[in-house]
């Protein structure tokens, strides 16, 4: 069981709003990952970290934006929010380690944007 | 551009027999594959990953067989179970990524397990 901790786990909110979405890893992994996933589809990276004060977009473009202050907390805030955002956001992280690299992913929070 | 997609968005089984999941992916440089399972309302989670200088890899009733010939991978499901039911995706890793580790998601195989 991976220890990456995503909250809340389901978010409904009306339009305009401010949101942000924590993800929390106590395995004190370098890169920290979120994903995008509409149901049954397929995960699209929205953004990535290599460590702390690193911050890329990733290959999907999302109005979102993340900050890496401490290793282990990779939040991700959205300004405003807007139905369009309505989604599952995951949460990933991940250390190279004897030659792999994998990543290991929290729970999710479904967001609901009204 | 690059893609990993699975052959068949749906595969039904009866519970007690083999499953097989299939995966095509379209970059010939990529080195490394991973198999995960989501199960409803959670994340993804790791199956069993495999390098490109291997052709097979076998974890606790699973394996996973690469055919770079091909660009195929396929994960082989043992004595198949209800708990086994849920999505699966097949992802890689491009050579170009360099040490980012991203990952290239496929679009899924939902398995389901007939009692």
């Known amino acids: 069981e991976a220890d990456i901790y995503q909250t809340p786990r389901y978010l409904v909110i009306g339009t305009g709003k401010k949101i942000t979405l924590e993800c929390s890893q106590t395995?004190?992994?370098?890169?920290m990952y979120w994903y995008q996933q509409d149901p049954g589809m397929e995960l699209h990276l929205i953004h990535y970290?290599?460590?702390?004060?690193?911050?890329e977009k990733g290959d999907l473009s999302s109005e979102s934006t993340v900050s890496r202050i401490r290793t282990e907390h990779f939040p991700l805030t959205l300004e405003s929010a807007r139905p369009s955002h309505t989604s599952q956001y995951l949460c990933?992280?991940?250390?190279?380690?004897?030659?792999?690299?994998?990543?290991?992913f929290g729970p999710g929070t479904r967001l609901t944007v009204l | 551009g690059e893609s990993v997609g699975l052959h068949l968005p749906t595969l039904s089984v009866q519970e007690g027999d083999n499953s097989i999941i299939n995966c095509a992916y379209s970059?010939?440089?990529?080195?490394?594959f991973i198999w995960y399972k989501q199960e409803s309302g959670k994340g993804p989670q790791f199956i069993i990953d495999i390098r490109s200088n291997m052709d097979k890899r076998q974890g606790q009733r699973v394996t996973v067989l690469l055919n770079k010939t091909v660009k195929h991978l396929s994960l082989q499901i043992a004595a198949t179970q209800p708990g086994d039911s849920a999505v699966y995706f097949c992802a890689e890793i491009p050579a170009r990524s360099g040490n980012t580790g991203k990952l290239i998601f496929g679009q899924g195989t939902t398995l389901q397990v007939k009692p």
């Open positions: 990933a992280s991940s250390e190279y380690n004897r030659g792999s690299d994998t990543q290991y």
């Open positions: 970290s290599y460590g702390v004060n690193s911050t």
């Open positions: 970059n010939s440089a990529s080195d490394y």
């Open positions: 395995m004190g992994h370098d890169k």
